[in-house]
């Protein structure tokens, strides 16, 4: 299908979206704050406080697996002197993201959802550590977000998309293939349509648009195969919204890996079956992340 037609039917279908939520506007407010020269500490815990779900999302979030604090931290201040500036934006703008999705149950569960997208931010994050990409932070939320689309076909079509389910029971596919199939567009396409609306950096867009084609990426092509490389691993590492599709992938013969080597080439050198097995300590980890962010909070 012509990529101007699957284009053009997920922009109809995303301002089909009557209730579409937004990005929350204190943790937009915090994140401009964050680029200020001279910000003050207590100014940024201060606009938190102003929403309390925002800053009991924070407190979670940071006593979780991901920050591993030696000491339970009980105050967003003190959240913010643990992280540090570097991560602030990090933390708000997840907990801005979890909280546009709380109460989203479609044909996958929104648990599932969220395991399979901070796995995808980790190990991207590990990825581009790997390979010297200079802002990691920016991989590991580019990995969070790069399914928004199907999360919302989730929700928002799930007759279609159940239907979609039901036919390749059984089977080996690619979710992204049967998606353009079954609704004439996928999530990358809505994804995309959906970011524009919240206002996403253009390499944010890059990344939600061509997850699965890092080939065709102009503005950060090593951005875009770092989620790609992390997107597969967690597919075939149970952080794939429940074991719906089958994927299985050699890395030498994936074009994102190329990406990589071309990008670093010290890569040459790692040892990949090893490299693969760090990453799979990793997997309860995020798995427990997710669960102890929920616990308590709406779920």
Known sequence: MEKAALMQTAEEMVESFVDLPTIPQVATRVIELLDRPGVELDEVADMILAD?????????????????P????????RALIYL?????????????FVDVFEGRDGVFDIKSFWEHSFGVGVVAKIIAQRVR???TE???????????????????????FRALLDSVKGQPFRLVDKE??????????????IAKKWNFPADYRE????????????????????????????????????????????????KAWAILKGYAPHLADLDVERFCYELD???????????????????
Not at 52 to 66: D, E
Not at 180 to 193: I, Q, R
Not at 220 to 246: E, H, K, M
Request: charged share 20%; proline share 4%.
């Open 52 to 68: 309390q779900v925002l800053a009991a999302r924070v407190i979670k979030m940071v006593n979780s697996p991901l920050y591993k």
């Open 70 to 77: 030696a000491l339970p931290i009980k105050s967003v201040k």
């Open 84 to 96: 540090g500036f570097r991560h602030i934006r990090e933390l708000a703008f997840t907990c801005s």
């Open 133 to 135: 990409y200079p802002d």
């Open 138 to 160: 920016k991989a590991y939320l580019v990995g969070i977000v790069h399914d928004i689309g199907e999360v919302f076909l989730s929700y928002y079509r799930q007759d279609a």
């Open 180 to 193: 353009a199939e079954f609704l004439g567009t996928s999530h990358n396409e809505v994804g995309l349509c």
């Open 207 to 254: 990344v939600i648009a061509l997850h699965h084609a890092p080939e065709e990426a102009v503005i950060d092509p090593t951005l875009c195969a770092i989620v790609n490389l992390a997107d597969l691993f967690c597919s075939v590492r149970q952080l794939d919204y429940g074991g719906t599709s089958w994927v299985s992938f050699n890395l030498a013969d994936e």
């Open 281 to 299: 300590d990793r997997v309860p980890e995020i798995q427990d992340m997710v669960k102890s962010i929920f616990q308590g909070i709406g779920a």
